[in-house]
């Protein structure tokens, strides 16, 4: 971990309407991240924003030390970053946190992500893909048009790539289901209005993979109550998985107690809190105490 | 010119010079060692302490508001015999001091806190903070009336040896006349200020932003406040006072140090460059040096036309 006030930027790409790339250089940060680390960002000195932004590791280059965060537009500091310009830079803190734990070899992997939730989740596919291992991903949004990075995630998910499935629909929403094809390793989405893939909440998806019993580590990340879920059917099929959350964050560190989640264990019956920033942001989704 | 003089004196504790930690902002130390020498700091104050552990608040705990955050944590620590065995072992090895922030449900707890840290080899002072706005109890119920925050200063005086400092809150309408009392009371040192009551409403939601609905405010924007806290403080006790309160930049810590702080306290600056103690700390060597001031001391206070 190490804290970089001057980190530059290389690139701002566009994605969506409301989602945006950047990438930069930072060697030491691409040499150590792990897959589901985050970063600490200070988007502009001074007093506006105040606070950094947590935001994972989207991607990293370890050769050319380049990093990228995967970002979506929702208040004042992601407003401003997506001013940020090639040739500006960005103060960081990380890599941070807990990331997830690697598969077994040869573990059957599903990866599921609910909008940005692939930020993180692309990062562990690189790192899955660079292994030999070629999970299966579950891409979820509201629209087609949201849908992020599907055709960068087929070409990492070797061979898994479902034209007909991808290919936008018009007139006929919610006819496809996103087939279960027998490839190892496939691509699947599912959009809430039906425009693209299955119609209907990404965990769908996840069920009807469950239910083929042929997975055996899930990995996800997503709006709580996608999590929520997902860990409600691991627990009901008793597979493995892990969940990246998302809490307001101060210090980043483990210094401040801002970014409490709830969690099983620890010296009471009913819930302890631990740090997202420090114990987390992974947490094995059988350790999550969910809220409502 | 020669290095000026950045040694003051606390309490009767002798500090190498006058940048300190705010208590709940620094953890327990080890979290920044990644950013700082802990060694340069004038003292560690560590997050406040009670008997037992604490789980403290639902969340959201936190909230950016214009130029400051709200916090409401409510005290979450491993309680007292937790951070002896596993957090103060390791922190003690700094040539720092280690000013533990004690908190209590009752007088009686706080004094029972006070005697275990005393028992403790090598803590430096304790801070009593009767000023959380963030807790039911041992927080405001003491520091809001000048009678309850002299007993409970009084309790913690009878219960240790150690240098006591006494955290006031600015939730009061007279913070003068509580710093007075408990000055009276036996406090050897008074930190200023703990942070102000506040509220922030989501409008899509409709429902308040914290889950414990109000917090407390922090950061630039209370800066004002704290200083005017201090201001008035130091024109009626003689007790030496820590000012904290929005600083970022050596600057800030110098309007405290003038209006009357012999030190300060650097807290939500933590958050924006885990660096800010140090960078505060040589802000104000160079400007020392540039005013050619040879002592520290010369300024506190210096803001004052009696
Ligand atoms: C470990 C972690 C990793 C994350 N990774 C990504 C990522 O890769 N891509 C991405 O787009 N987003 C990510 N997020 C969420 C991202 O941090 C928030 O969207 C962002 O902080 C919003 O800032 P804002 O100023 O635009 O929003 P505002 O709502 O104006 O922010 C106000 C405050 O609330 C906090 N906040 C708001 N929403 C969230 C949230 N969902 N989670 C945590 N804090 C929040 C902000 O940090 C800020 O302190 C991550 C969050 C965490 C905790
Ligand atoms: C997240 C957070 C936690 C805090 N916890 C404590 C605490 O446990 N005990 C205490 O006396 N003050 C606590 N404070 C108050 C600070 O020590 C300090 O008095 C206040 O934040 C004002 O200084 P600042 O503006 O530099 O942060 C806390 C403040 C913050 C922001
Ligand atoms: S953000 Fe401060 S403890 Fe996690």
């Given at each position: 971990m190490g804290y970089f006030p001057a980190v530059e930027i290389l690139q701002q790409e566009k994605l969506t309407a409301d989602c945006f790339r950047i990438s930069l250089i930072c060697p030491q940060i691409a040499g150590s991240a792990r897959p589901g680390q985050f970063l600490h960002v200070k988007i502009n000195?001074?007093?506006?924003?105040l606070l950094r932004r947590p935001f994972s590791v989207h991607a990293v280059n370890r050769e050319t030390g380049e990093i990228a965060l995967l970002y979506r537009v929702v208040g004042r500091g992601t407003r401003l970053l997506a001013q940020k310009r090639k040739g500006d830079s960005l103060d960081l803190i990380g890599p941070l946190g807990r990331g997830f734990d690697l598969p077994a070899a040869g573990q059957r992997v599903a990866l599921v992500a609910g909008g940005i939730g692939i930020a993180p989740l692309y990062f562990l596919l690189q790192t899955l893909a660079g292994a030999g291992n070629s999970p299966d991903v579950l891409l979820g949004a509201r629209t087609a048009q949201e849908l992020l990075l599907v055709r960068k995630v087929q070409e990492l998910v070797n061979g898994g790539v479902l034209k007909e499935q991808l290919s936008i629909k018009k007139?006929?929403?919610?006819?496809h289901n996103g087939s279960?094809?027998?490839?190892?390793?496939?691509?699947?989405?599912?959009?809430?209005?039906?425009?693209?893939?299955h119609r209907g909440p990404v965990t769908d998806l996840l069920a009807g993979l469950l239910a083929e019993e042929k997975v055996e580590m899930v990995y996800a990340c997503g709006p709580a109550a996608m999590l929520k879920v997902v860990a409600s059917l691991l627990e009901r099929y008793g597979v493995d998985g892990e969940v990246s959350l998302e809490e307001r964050m101060g210090c980043g560190i483990g210094a401040c107690l801002s970014c409490v989640c709830k969690t099983r264990g620890g010296n009471r019956q009913d819930f302890s809190y631990r740090r997202v920033c420090l114990e987390g942001p992974v947490f094995k989704a059988r350790d999550v105490v969910w809220g409502d | 010119m020669k290095k000026p003089n950045l040694a003051v004196e606390i309490a009767g504790l002798k500090l190498k010079n006058p940048?300190?930690?705010a208590s709940g902002t620094f953890g327990f130390g080890a979290e920044y060692t990644p950013f700082l020498d802990l060694n340069r700091l004038g003292a560690v104050v560590v997050k406040s302490l009670t008997l037992k552990p604490r789980e403290g608040n639902p969340t959201?705990?936190?909230?950016?508001?214009?130029?400051?955050i709200l916090n409401s944590i409510g005290l979450q620590n491993p309680g007292v015999d937790s951070f002896l065995t596993e957090h103060f072992p390791s922190l003690r090895q700094f040539a720092t001091p280690?000013?533990?922030?004690?908190?209590?449900?009752?007088?009686e707890e706080y004094a029972a806190v006070a005697e275990k840290l005393s028992r403790a080899a090598g803590i430096a002072a304790l801070e009593v903070n009767i000023s959380c706005p963030n807790v039911e109890q041992g927080g405001l119920q003491f520091g809001a009336d000048p009678a309850g925050a002299a007993e409970v200063t009084r309790a913690v005086k009878g219960a240790t040896g150690l240098p006591v400092i006494v955290k006031l809150s600015p939730n009061v309408t007279s913070i003068a006349e509580i710093a007075w009392a408990v000055a009276e009371a036996g406090a050897d040192a008074l930190s200023l200020i703990n942070t102000l009551t506040g509220m922030a409403i989501d409008v899509h939601r409709r429902r308040p932003v914290l889950g414990n609905l109000t917090g407390g405010l922090s950061g630039p924007a209370v800066r004002p406040v704290a200083v005017r806290a201090v201001w008035e403080v130091y024109r009626v006790v003689r007790v030496p006072i820590i000012g904290m309160g929005g600083i970022v930049c050596a600057a800030d810590a110098l309007e405290f140090i003038l209006a009357g702080a012999r030190a300060v306290a650097v807290g939500t600056a933590n958050f924006l460059n885990p660096r800010a103690t140090i960078e505060i700390l040589e802000g104000i060597e160079h400007y020392l040096e540039e005013n050619e001031i040879a002592d520290i001391n010369e300024l506190v206070g210096a803001a004052h036309i009696f």
């Amino acid at each position: 971990m190490g804290y970089f006030p001057a980190v530059e930027i290389l690139q701002q790409e566009k994605l969506t309407a409301d989602c945006f790339r950047i990438s930069l250089i930072c060697p030491q940060i691409a040499g150590s991240a792990r897959p589901g680390q985050f970063l600490h960002v200070k988007i502009n000195p001074g007093l506006e924003p105040l606070l950094r932004r947590p935001f994972s590791v989207h991607a990293v280059n370890r050769e050319t030390g380049e990093i990228a965060l995967l970002y979506r537009v929702v208040g004042r500091g992601t407003r401003l970053l997506a001013q940020k310009r090639k040739g500006d830079s960005l103060d960081l803190i990380g890599p941070l946190g807990r990331g997830f734990d690697l598969p077994a070899a040869g573990q059957r992997v599903a990866l599921v992500a609910g909008g940005i939730g692939i930020a993180p989740l692309y990062f562990l596919l690189q790192t899955l893909a660079g292994a030999g291992n070629s999970p299966d991903v579950l891409l979820g949004a509201r629209t087609a048009q949201e849908l992020l990075l599907v055709r960068k995630v087929q070409e990492l998910v070797n061979g898994g790539v479902l034209k007909e499935q991808l290919s936008i629909k018009k007139g006929r929403p919610g006819s496809h289901n996103g087939s279960l094809s027998t490839f190892p390793g496939r691509v699947m989405v599912a959009t809430d209005d039906g425009s693209c893939g299955h119609r209907g909440p990404v965990t769908d998806l996840l069920a009807g993979l469950l239910a083929e019993e042929k997975v055996e580590m899930v990995y996800a990340c997503g709006p709580a109550a996608m999590l929520k879920v997902v860990a409600s059917l691991l627990e009901r099929y008793g597979v493995d998985g892990e969940v990246s959350l998302e809490e307001r964050m101060g210090c980043g560190i483990g210094a401040c107690l801002s970014c409490v989640c709830k969690t099983r264990g620890g010296n009471r019956q009913d819930f302890s809190y631990r740090r997202v920033c420090l114990e987390g942001p992974v947490f094995k989704a059988r350790d999550v105490v969910w809220g409502d | 010119m020669k290095k000026p003089n950045l040694a003051v004196e606390i309490a009767g504790l002798k500090l190498k010079n006058p940048v300190l930690t705010a208590s709940g902002t620094f953890g327990f130390g080890a979290e920044y060692t990644p950013f700082l020498d802990l060694n340069r700091l004038g003292a560690v104050v560590v997050k406040s302490l009670t008997l037992k552990p604490r789980e403290g608040n639902p969340t959201p705990r936190l909230v950016e508001t214009p130029a400051g955050i709200l916090n409401s944590i409510g005290l979450q620590n491993p309680g007292v015999d937790s951070f002896l065995t596993e957090h103060f072992p390791s922190l003690r090895q700094f040539a720092t001091p280690v000013i533990v922030s004690i908190a209590g449900n009752t007088v009686e707890e706080y004094a029972a806190v006070a005697e275990k840290l005393s028992r403790a080899a090598g803590i430096a002072a304790l801070e009593v903070n009767i000023s959380c706005p963030n807790v039911e109890q041992g927080g405001l119920q003491f520091g809001a009336d000048p009678a309850g925050a002299a007993e409970v200063t009084r309790a913690v005086k009878g219960a240790t040896g150690l240098p006591v400092i006494v955290k006031l809150s600015p939730n009061v309408t007279s913070i003068a006349e509580i710093a007075w009392a408990v000055a009276e009371a036996g406090a050897d040192a008074l930190s200023l200020i703990n942070t102000l009551t506040g509220m922030a409403i989501d409008v899509h939601r409709r429902r308040p932003v914290l889950g414990n609905l109000t917090g407390g405010l922090s950061g630039p924007a209370v800066r004002p406040v704290a200083v005017r806290a201090v201001w008035e403080v130091y024109r009626v006790v003689r007790v030496p006072i820590i000012g904290m309160g929005g600083i970022v930049c050596a600057a800030d810590a110098l309007e405290f140090i003038l209006a009357g702080a012999r030190a300060v306290a650097v807290g939500t600056a933590n958050f924006l460059n885990p660096r800010a103690t140090i960078e505060i700390l040589e802000g104000i060597e160079h400007y020392l040096e540039e005013n050619e001031i040879a002592d520290i001391n010369e300024l506190v206070g210096a803001a004052h036309i009696f």
